[in-house]
T-cell receptor, first 117, second 109 residues
Framework: GAVVSQHPSRVICKSGTSVKIECRSL??????MFWYRQFPKQSLMLMAT?????????EQGVEKDKFLINHASLTLSTLTVTSAHPEDSSFYIC?????????????FGAGTRLSVL | KNEVEQSPQNLTAQEGEFITINCSYS?????LHWLQQHPGGGIVSLFM???GKKKHGRLIATINIQEKHSSLHITASHPRDSAVYIC???????????FGKGITLSVRP
């Protein structure tokens, strides 16, 4: 079946550094990918919708200059947490619908646990 | 009020028991997802349904669109079923999901 690969699975970094998280669709083309964030004991919250070849759409309250999204190809979207701070420590996960004809289906990455010291 | 409500937050069962997890939502949806999240965090999609009932192995999912309610049933539960079960609804044409907080299920041997 379709697989979404997310890398890295875990990252620990110092405050002020930038962290890049990759989300790849392995056997389908994803014109859209979604990025979510989950704080401990909270539900997943949509951060932004990544659109291939155009700007990402950010949810209210998510800083686009803080969370840079690039979707340069049909199989890869990246989320860069710039100048990370301890409050950015969270679980980040991506998902992708496999496209036309598969409306509402979503495949999820395994997630990235970010810890900012 | 959250758009997607799940309760209780925690559920403990004995191995072999029949388990039901419920989800209620307050918005119009195009589909509802049941997801399983293990302690490491990774998410597995269990079901996507927009009407009726689906079955996969020991898992059964039902949805009642009129009542805006869905249930996930686990038959002959096993300790490996211990996980967080998340209900999420798809709204709009672009597949955006709104998630419930999830229910933490512990199945004791």
């Amino acid at each position: 079946g379709a697989v979404v690969s997310q890398h890295p699975s875990r990252v620990i970094c110092k405050s002020g550094t930038s962290v890049k998280i990759e989300c790849r669709s392995l056997d389908f083309q994803a014109t859209t990918m979604f990025w979510y964030r989950q704080f401990p004991k909270q539900s997943l919250m949509l951060m932004a919708t990544s659109n291939e070849g155009s700007k990402a759409t950010y949810e209210q309250g998510v800083e686009k200059d803080k969370f840079l999204i690039n979707h340069a190809s049909l199989t890869l979207s990246t989320l860069t947490v710039t100048s990370a701070h301890p409050e950015d420590s969270s679980f980040y996960i991506c998902s992708a619908p496999p496209g036309a004809g598969h409306k509402n289906i979503q495949y999820f990455g395994a997630g990235t646990r970010l810890s900012v010291l | 009020k959250n758009e997607v409500e799940q309760s209780p937050q925690n559920l403990t069962a004995q191995e072999g028991e029949f388990i039901t997890i419920n989800c209620s939502y307050s918005v119009g949806i195009s589909a509802l997802h049941w997801l399983q999240q293990h302690p490491g965090g990774g998410i597995v999609s269990l079901f996507m349904l927009s009407s009726g009932k689906k079955k996969h192995g020991r898992l059964i999912a039902t949805i009642n669109i009129q009542e805006k309610h869905s249930s996930l049933h686990i038959t002959a539960s096993h300790p490996r079923d211990s996980a967080v079960y998340i209900c999420a609804v798809a709204t709009g044409a672009n597949s955006k999901l709104t998630f419930g907080k999830g229910i933490t299920l512990s199945v004791r041997p």
